[in-house]
């Protein structure tokens, strides 16, 4: 963004007696301010460790993730895809697995009881959410979360996203199971990609010893959601700075070309 600022700083020194200019000009440093000021949001939220996506058994103290790091990602991530992000669906819901596997995808959140916790299948259940979205939807699933929501809540009372992320498990049966409202691939996605990115995130899984698949995949898991979603958004914000500057250029021309024809009248 730099680079961008250094170039709209010379087209403003060199054509800033251009008002069609200077307005476009303003106009789009604007959003670039916006989008900077998201990224440093989220940014703040976001897991400051080289590993993502822990995994713990359900009998162990530790999922337990930062409230304050949800709702940075949640309100960052935000700013920036309403600026950029056109498609996508945060409702999307595109899998059928059986029923009882992707409601037991809310065990990587919630389980407790030791013995439990998400395993290779619901782990797959999960892949296959992801597998099924467009990163787009990803992103809108966690933009139309709540960033105020509460930590340590139930699985089965999460209402969006960032709900699902800060879930905590307790020892009663199903309170671990996904609710209608969030058993929707985006969100499950969405919930993925907040907790695994987030301070002392960590997933829940059946066993997480050496060589154990579910451990494996889960962090696997945490991988894809967020490289999908952020793969996206770098090239969203990319297209949108590529189309400002090109915006820019055409009125510059276009007002370069008014000055011509002016000038050319003015001699006849």
Known sequence: MKEVREKLGKILEENGNYPK????????IGKISKIEEGAKKAALGANDSAVIGG?????????????????????GIKEIVD????????????TNPADADKKNI????????????????HIAAASASIGALSGSDILK???????????DGKVKDAKDAAGLALAKGTSTENDDQL?????????IAGAIALRAMAKDGKFIVKDTAANKTE????????????NKAFSTLIMAVRN?????????????????????????????
């Open 21 to 28: 200019v200077k307005g476009k000009v303003e106009e789009f």
């Open 55 to 75: 995994v713990v058994k359900a009998n162990v103290v530790g999922a337990n993730t930062d409230l304050g790091s949800i709702k940075n990602l949640v309100e």
């Open 83 to 94: 600026l950029v992000i056109t498609e996508g669906d945060g409702q999307a819901d595109k």
């Open 106 to 121: 809310g065990k990587l959140f919630g389980a407790k009881t030791d013995g439990d916790g998400a395993e290779e299948k």
């Open 141 to 151: 699933a966690i933009a139309g979360a709540n960033a105020d929501a509460s930590k």
């Open 179 to 187: 609710g209608d409202l969030v058993k929707k691939d985006a969100i």
């Open 215 to 226: 451990a494996e995949a889960a962090k696997g898991l945490s991988a894809n959601a967020i």
């Open 240 to 268: 949108t700075v590529d189309s400002g500057l090109k915006t820019i250029n055409n009125v510059l021309a276009t007002v370069k070309q008014e000055d011509k024809s002016a000038e050319a009248a003015s001699g006849e």
